[in-house]
């Protein structure tokens, strides 16, 4: 190769990296970008097996009702709705004129086509659907849903999970086209779909909602790992990047475009006791053990320690946000060593005693260090904790359930602003999760379960919280912050407490 | 040559047997799908329907079985997540991790292959030295490390390229980049010490004591003869791209088999992470074995052997 030959590639390389960057296009304001931290499932409801996946379906359906920002149920595809006085007959008056994408009508017929294909045994929510006995259409813009008794929950339910679908369509394609290129009632009608790195949507301009949705263009990217989606938003690639650490949204202090959002997660840590299986003779039996359990861990140092602050002490089951919560009434165990060991002795413990505690080995954000701490801290009240660390697969199986412990460290969270899947699914017999069986707090779950009106189902909560503060089936460990940072300019993003998040009328500032 | 090639593939079905043993056995050691493929809240009924949908209520022997026969028809199943076939859900992704694989490979031979001659050529000087730095440094650093720095410095700092994904030309430099460094700097060492190597030999000497120019000499004489070890590492580096290239496409959100494979073994999607096991070995053993074919062709000594 001659001198001249290599300066003139040379001189080509180099050009072509200037002109490089212009090669991919700037995003537009009127295009909205979100990370999604996984390729969601499916964007069919009943399938959406995670936050992230349904977070995106969302976009492209509604429901007949919707919770607003304040928790409140409000009209979305039905304009109006009575309840019988049992509790468990619906009549839903339908919107009119409401189309999907693809030109069929909304109505009844739309309603029943969702519960059916809904509770499909192999869907992962057949749960929610399954939650009716009956949907009947009165007449085309009527419908009466029955369930098998009353269920405080039912129209929330409906709200987060029955997305409604086009029945002509789903019986023309199948349910299985029908994920692929789903067509709903939604602000956002589906454009396309690449495996594993983007969801294109456009704004659906029949949108029965006037005004909304407030951007044109709405493109999903799957950016699994937290700092690329960091970066992704410092260069200004996307508009919103979820999950990120305390760590990570540090590095944002001072940058004019990007804004840090921060609000504290519906989930509970805690470490479950055992009363069945491996909790039976075990010294846990005793409540005054497992109060004073919680008396002596030392979860505000844990919390400063493993989380620098940025998490927040449980004060039990029902937390901030939660129906039925009261700062006043509700407060953490505090730590008190001493309080621990007085009635570690009043049980006939005055030495402690050895307990193992299964943890799942990086299950969860900085869980290890939790672990280890906890058994350090309950070390000080003479409680000798061997912590049995197991990998993730192992630890959330039925059959491993079964063995662990007789403490073993997990959390649960909990959606639409109430306590009650937390309870139902750690607290209720026969749950493959339970491990701790009590009449006295199964009725009372199954009492606030049929408890229609909300008042009435939040003195219930106040009472189930105090139950479980003077028998406490669990030590209350902590609830996470989540963090995300979001374009500057952005307008209208208000992320809940589980996570979920509503792109409707989230647009870009003049 | 008929019987090293009959000798060769032989040896490749039977490792592709063990491959498909192995991986059935032991993707099902790490847990219960049922319990992680439901929410929390399923009760046992539906549990148990799930089970018998996905054909996980059967004895192990009857799974392994259907496994087996599935395989040699070409069907490895459908995905327990997405509920497709995985052989249309690898294909979707395929094309994209070759993609990465071969403009990882790419960039590792354009560097390390001259850089590694001129150093062998010419011991001590600063080409040299830069040879042995760039091969230290492709050995050391951790490519995944390597990706955020370059996302940090040419995305964020200097805007040149997309942070992440796979949006034409630009976004492919820096994920292969990272991802070819690795072997880059195995390829610009095992280059340079097997020119040093050659140039011992008897016939470089007769090359040059008749009084050829260095140029033929490095071209005619000591290319040819470097060539065997360069290209079975690049046999191996191959494979290694492929199956290495989960944390590079997990850091750059590259929408390939390895962010799928990582996706399917944190959703427990077991036929999934199944086929794209499967699908790698198969790919490997084939390379591996491509690369000796070559080999026997570029090197007529080991054919007779």
């Known amino acids: ?510 | 040559m008929l019987r090293f090639l009959v000798r060769r593939t032989g040896e490749s079905l039977l490792l592709i047997l063990g491959v498909l043993v192995l991986v059935f056995f032991m993707v099902r050691l790490t847990g219960d799908p049922v319990g992680l493929m439901l929410p929390k809240e399923a009760p046992p009924e539906q549990r148990a329907a799930f089970a018998a949908a996905m054909g996980l209520d059967r004895p192990l022997p009857v799974q392994f079985a259907e496994y087996m026969t599935g395989v040699f028809r070409g069907d490895l199943g459908d995905s327990l997540r997405q509920r497709r076939p995985t052989i249309e859900i690898i294909g979707e992704r395929l094309p994209a991790t070759l993609e990465l694989a071969l403009a990882a490979l790419a960039f590792a031979m354009i560097v390390a292959v001259p850089l590694g001659l001129a150093g062998g050529m010419r011991p001590g000087s600063g080409l040299d030295l830069a040879a042995r730095g760039v091969g230290l440094a492709g050995q050391t650093i951790p490519n995944f490390w390597l990706g955020m720095l370059l996302i940090v410095f040419f995305s964020v700092q200097l805007g040149w390229f997309p942070s992440f994904g796979r949006d034409g030309p630009a976004s492919l430099v820096l994920p292969a980049v990272a991802l070819g460094f690795a072997g880059m700097g195995q390829l610009v060492r095992l280059t340079r010490s097997a020119v040093l190597e050659v140039r011992k030999s008897d016939y470089i000497r007769t090359a040059r004591a008749k009084g050829i120019r260095e140029r033929v000499v490095s071209l005619r004489h000591v290319l040819p003869n470097v060539a065997i070890p360069i290209v079975s590492v690049i046999g191996i580096q191959f494979t290694y791209l492929l199956g290495g290239s989960v944390y590079i496409e997990v850091v750059f959100a590259w929408p390939g088999l390895g962010t799928l494979l990582e996706t399917a073994i944190r959703d427990t999607d077991f036929p999934l992470v199944q086929s794209i096991t499967i699908f790698l070995s198969l790919f490997a053993i084939s390379i591996h074995l491509a690369t000796d074919l070559v080999y026997g062709l570029i090197d007529p000594r080991l054919r007779l052997s």
């Open chain 1, 1 to 510: 190769m001659t001198h001249r030959t290599l300066r003139t590639l040379l001189a080509a390389v180099l050009a072509a990296l200037i002109a490089l960057p212009a090669a991919f296009a700037q995003e537009s304001e009127d295009e909205l970008v979100v990370a999604l931290s996984s390729d969601p499932t499916s964007l069919f409801m009943p399938r959406t097996s995670d936050r992230t996946a349904s977070n995106a379906a969302w976009s492209l359906f509604d429901s007949l009702v919707w919770i607003d920002d304040a928790g409140e149920i409000v009209p979305a595809l039905a304009t109006d709705w009575t309840v019988s006085d049992d509790g468990t007959e619906y009549v839903f008056e339908l919107r009119q004129d409401v189309v999907f994408h693809n030109g069929e009508p909304f109505d009844a017929a739309s309603v029943i086509a969702t519960w059916e294909t809904g509770k499909d045994d192999s869907n992962d929510y057949a749960d929610s659907y399954a939650a009716a006995d009956l949907v009947e259409a009165i007449d085309d813009h009527t419908v009466r849903i029955t369930t098998p008794e009353p269920n405080a929950t039912f129209l929330t339910l409906m709200a987060n999970d029955w997305a409604m679908v086009p029945p002509e369509y789903i019986a023309e394609v199948g349910l299985d086209a029908f994920a692929q290129d789903p067509v709903g009632t939604g602000p956002f009608r589906f454009v396309s779909r690449t495996a594993g790195d983007r969801i294109v949507m456009e704004a659906n301009p029949d949108y029965w909602d006037e005004g909304l949705p407030k951007v044109d263009r709405l493109v999903y990217r799957v950016i699994p790992d937290a700092s690329t989606r960091l970066a992704a938003i410092r260069t200004g690639d996307i508009d919103i990047a979820n999950r990120l650490t305390a760590d990570q949204v540090s590095v944002l202090e001072g940058e004019e475009d990007v804004e840090v959002i921060s609000y504290l997660n519906d989930r509970v840590y805690y470490v479950a006791f055992k009363n069945i299986g491996a909790g039976v003779g075990t010294p846990l039996e005793d409540a005054r053990v497992r109060q004073a359990l919680n008396y002596g861990l030392d979860r505000f140092g844990i919390n400063q320690a493993i989380f620098s602050g940025q998490a927040n002490a449980a004060p039990g089951f029902i937390v901030e946000g939660n129906l039925g919560y009261d700062a006043d009434l509700m407060e953490p165990f505090p730590y008190d060593p001493e309080r621990a060991r007085e009635l570690l002795a009043e049980a006939g413990y005055p030495d402690g005693f050895e307990i193992s505690m299964g943890c799942p080995a990086d299950g969860y954000i900085n869980i290890n260090e939790v672990c280890q701490a906890i058994a350090s801290s309950l070390g000080g009240i003479g409680v000798d904790v061997e912590v049995d660390f197991q990998t993730t697969n192992a630890y959330w199986s039925e059959a491993q359930y079964a063995v662990t412990g007789p403490m073993y460290v997990d959390s649960w969270s909990s959606e639409f602003g109430e306590a009650l899947p937390r309870l139902d699914g750690a607290l209720t017999p026969g749950n493959y999760y339970t491990t701790w069986e009590d009449e006295k707090f199964a009725s009372l779950i199954e009492e606030i379960e049929s408890e229609v009106d909300r008042e009435a189902r939040a003195a219930l909560y106040v009472e189930m919280h105090e139950l479980m503060r003077e028998d406490p089936p669990f030590i209350y460990l902590y609830q996470p912050v989540i963090f995300e940072a979001v374009d500057a300019d952005l307008v209208g993003y208000q992320p809940r407490a589980a996570e979920e998040y509503f792109l409707r009328s989230v647009g870009f500032a003049d």
